[in-house]
């Protein structure tokens, strides 16, 4: 189970920090992403982090989201600064229920068919 939570309203240029926090698995031996879905839009890919630690992320969000895992409280974030109008969705963070030892390619991590299990998501509104 996917429990995301800290969404919420902000202004432009401010900052929210999304977690998402995972019972019955160890985080630090899956890959977790996050998605965001904005109205009448596909649900697109924002950030990574896999198993082995690396973190991938969209073009429009590099350099203003961070993700980051604490292994001890099962806990995955995403740090979101400089925050625009178009971040403005809600946030579903995600679970690759594979155990691996190697890993695939960046298009694996950021596709949605990648993912098994899903949060209940927790929106995001930035106001101009």
């Known amino acids: 189970q996917l429990q995301a939570s800290g969404g919420g309203l902000v202004q432009a240029g401010g900052s929210l920090r999304l977690s998402c926090t995972v019972s019955g698995r160890t985080v630090s031996n899956y890959a977790m992403g996050w998605f965001r879905q904005a109205p009448d839009k596909e649900r697109e890919f924002v950030a990574a982090?896999?198993?082995?630690?690396?973190?991938y992320y969209s073009d429009s969000v590099k350099g203003r989201f961070t993700t980051s895992r604490d292994n001890a409280k099962d806990t995955v974030y995403l740090q979101m600064d400089s925050l625009r109008p178009d971040d403005t969705a809600v946030y579903y963070c995600?679970?690759?229920?594979?155990?691996?030892?190697?890993?695939?390619?960046?298009?694996?991590?950021?596709?949605?068919?990648?993912?098994?299990?899903w949060g209940q998501g927790t929106l995001v509104t930035v106001s101009s």
């Open positions: 982090i896999r198993s082995g630690g690396r973190m």
């Open positions: 995600a679970l690759d229920n594979t155990f691996r030892s190697s890993w695939p390619d960046s298009d694996y991590y950021t596709s949605r068919r990648t993912y098994d299990y």
